[in-house]
């Protein structure tokens, strides 16, 4: 975080690296609120910095943005540590939560894992919580996710915006992989985002930031590159999902990175929309020597290694 970037009293920012998603935590006398949990590998650092805050308090409430892997990922854990904990979910996949389909839930579909947990309330547009004086609205913004939600505080004009709004752009636009429209609700996101006039962004990735506009900017000309031109869009897609797992692997060897890539069966779909000239091996593998190629991966012997 900025050094300069002073923030309210209870407003804690727990920036992460790219495996797990940031999170915020919300403190007065009487609730702690935690927006966000992490992927399940770095759940008990999740907890350890969590318990840091706390000072030996519980945790009341976790609320989660949307229901990605690496935004709650960390929720079990955390509910079995703090059992009194209420959980606050996204309403667009409760009934997925309730009865736990994995496979409804994305989690089959990226690749990824996460811990059965359960929910106890569901968001509502329109909502607002009232933590340490302030209020934090909730306001639906899908594109990334059909279903995901951001808060705002009108109060300090902090907006929490997941992976909405992100410095340099949003996270991947998932209903295209399905082959549903989402373009068009990432603009209208924006567009929400813009109109709540904040000063500080919390993204669900990379650290805060104040120069909203231009980070508005960046986001737009990002959008209607991939509008213009929809294979960067499955390019950039397929390399962040690969690039997610080598990160929670580190190393591993191609042929079981191959095995691998076959039960996430969001890469067979987008495969199958832009690269049927190739076979999936091969098409794998040029991903897989894409992220060498851009430093953000090495091969030693067969192993690909994260860098």
């Known amino acids: ?123 509502h547009i329109g909502q607002t919580f009232l933590i340490g004086g302030l209020h934090w609205q909730c306001f639906a913004a899908p594109g990334h996710d059909p279903h995901s939600f951001i808060l705002f505080s009108p109060d300090v004009g902090i907006c929490i915006t997941a992976d909405a709004l992100w410095e340099n752009g949003f996270g991947v636009v998932f209903p295209e992989i399905e082959g549903e429209e989402g373009y068009d609700d990432v603009r209208a996101s924006l567009d929400l985002i813009e109109s709540l006039q904040a000063s500080i962004i919390f993204p669900g990735h990379g650290a805060p930031f104040t120069d909203v506009a231009g980070g508005l900017v960046r986001a737009r000309t990002r959008l209607n590159k991939f509008v213009d031109q929809p294979v960067s869009h499955a390019l950039y897609a397929a390399k962040v999902l690969v690039k997610f797992k080598l990160l929670e692997l580190q190393r591993v060897d191609m ?52 860098v």
């Open 1 to 123: 975080m900025p050094d300069a970037m002073a923030l309210p009293q209870g407003v804690h920012f727990i920036q992460r690296g790219w495996l797990s998603s940031n999170s915020v935590l919300l403190i007065d006398q009487d609730q702690s609120v935690l927006i966000d949990t992490g992927y399940y590998s770095h759940a008990q650092q999740t907890l350890e910095l969590v318990k840091h805050h706390l000072n030996g308090r519980a945790l009341s409430t976790i609320i989660n943005t949307h229901l990605h892997s690496d935004h709650c990922g960390g929720n079990a854990h955390l509910q079995a540590a703090f059992p009194d904990v209420t959980t606050w979910i996204p309403p667009g996949l409760a009934a997925e939560v309730r009865n736990w389909d994995p496979l409804a839930l994305g989690y089959i579909g990226t690749g990824q894992h996460c811990p059965t947990f359960t929910a106890n309330h569901t968001l």
């Open 255 to 306: 042929r079981s990175f191959r095995d691998w890539s076959v039960t996430a069966t969001h890469l067979a779909k987008i495969h199958q929309a832009h690269s049927t000239d190739r076979s999936f091996d091969d098409w794998f593998d040029f991903i897989c020597n894409d992220l060498v190629r851009s430093g953000a991966a090495s091969l030693e012997g067969s192993d690909l290694i994260n």
